[in-house]
């Protein structure tokens, strides 16, 4: 039974998310059309410079004499502009992946796709800001929601009962907000269970207020937070 | 013995609607009279496993997470860790005298690893 895991963000950005910050994707037919069938392009995290390099390599292979002079000269760019976008230098601006989109023969709704692609964070971005709202949210419960706090007082005293139905009729709140109170404190280690189920308040000192708690409990917070950044250092 | 899959969890920001739908879809039974207050769900049959609801904090999405039993918890813990999965609740009694930690895999997905009483 129970225990969810911290509020993990991680997972999939909805398009609208990237068509919000760019312009080309404001038509509604286009970004009906990117949701509908390019959704692909971003998902992998294909960018448009990889496209044009596949596009130099071909016509590189049909002729090995072509250069990236050449293709330049097709795109319409000098080479040194062209150069900087395929080796990641620099970001293709919406305008020109419109254009160029035309020269290479894709069709407007591909072309939207890529511009789309080139406004979605990476994914270490994504990952950093999913961490970001994460621990700001746990930082935040913690100075909203007084169960925390209730929970540890009520664990202290002699008559406490590992009874959630209990604790939420003593401190006024249901089931659920104290079940997801008690498991910030364990995802936090402010509190431990022990034998035959006991509940142990892991804070300190032993005549803590509810101000020492909160301050205690956010600096908990900050150490759980460091200590992810630097597993996810070791692990990548 | 081998570690078969328990139970499943749903973890939702509406439990009371999750189990609403699932009891009216199905016919289940969810009954949280226990000392945490969870919903245990009872899907009627000997089939398949039994599962149960859990709250999902505001800024989690909804989803469904499995309960993998084991014979030692923190030895079955240690061993994720060393496969690269992170722990979330480390092992921890319940009530009514289960054992049970939460783990992320190297993927990001959250399981639970469980020992029953």
């Given at each position: 039974m129970i225990f969810a895991n911290p509020g993990s963000t991680v997972g999939y950005i909805p398009i609208?998310?990237?068509?919000?910050?760019?312009?080309?994707?404001?038509?509604?037919?286009?970004?009906?059309?990117?949701?509908?069938?390019?959704?692909?392009?971003?998902?992998?995290?294909?960018?448009?410079?990889?496209?044009?390099?596949?596009?130099?390599d071909t016509r590189s292979e049909n002729n090995p004499r072509y250069s990236l002079r050449a293709f330049a000269a097709f795109l319409g760019t000098d080479h040194s502009t062209l150069s900087q976008i395929l080796r990641g230098k620099r970001r293709a601006p919406a305008a020109q992946i419109r254009q160029w989109s035309k020269k290479l023969g894709l069709d407007s709704e591909e072309a939207a796709a890529y511009i789309a692609a080139e406004y979605v964070p990476d994914t270490a971005t994504t990952e950093r800001e999913n961490?970001?709202?994460?621990?700001?949210?746990?930082?935040?419960?913690?100075?909203?929601?007084?169960?925390h706090w209730e929970i540890v007082r009520l664990s202290r005293t002699p008559h406490f009962q590992t009874d959630c139905r209990w604790i939420a009729q003593e401190i006024g709140v249901t089931v659920d907000q104290v079940n997801l109170a008690f498991n910030r404190l364990l995802?936090?280690?402010?509190?431990?269970?022990?034998?035959?189920?006991?509940?142990?308040?892991?804070?300190?000192?032993?005549?803590?207020?509810?101000?020492?708690?909160?301050?205690?409990?956010?600096?908990?917070?900050?150490?759980?937070?460091?200590?992810?950044?630097?597993?996810?250092?070791?692990?990548? | 013995m081998g570690n078969p899959v328990m139970q499943f969890q749903m973890i939702s920001k509406k439990p009371d609607e999750t189990a609403r739908f699932y009891s009216e879809l199905f016919g289940w039974t969810i009954d949280a009279d226990n000392p945490m207050?969870?919903?245990?769900?009872?899907?009627?049959?000997?089939?398949?496993?039994?599962?149960?609801?859990?709250?999902?904090?505001?800024?989690?999405?909804?989803?469904?997470?499995?309960?993998?039993?084991?014979?030692?918890?923190?030895?079955s813990v240690q061993q994720a860790e060393g496969l690269g999965a992170k722990l979330l609740i480390p092992p921890t009694l319940l009530p009514e005298g289960d054992e049970m930690a939460v783990m992320h895999d190297p993927a990001g997905m959250s399981f639970a690893i469980w020992r029953r009483a």
């Open positions: 609208s998310r990237g068509a919000s910050q760019c312009p080309a994707l404001r038509s509604k037919s286009i970004a009906v059309a990117v949701r509908r069938g390019y959704d692909y392009i971003r998902m992998q995290g294909q960018q448009f410079r990889t496209r044009l390099q596949e596009e130099l961490q970001l709202r994460h621990w700001t949210a746990e930082a935040m419960a913690i100075v909203t929601e007084p169960a995802r936090l280690r402010l509190m431990e269970t022990g034998a035959e189920g006991a509940w142990i308040d892991l804070t300190n000192p032993p005549a803590l207020t509810e101000k020492e708690f909160r301050r205690a409990a956010l600096a908990r917070v900050r150490e759980k937070a460091a200590e992810s950044r630097t597993k996810k250092r070791r692990i990548t | 207050g969870y919903r245990r769900i009872d899907t009627g049959s000997r089939e398949g496993i039994q599962g149960g609801i859990w709250p999902a904090p505001p800024q989690a999405p909804d989803f469904v997470q499995l309960f993998v039993a084991v014979g030692d918890v923190q030895a």
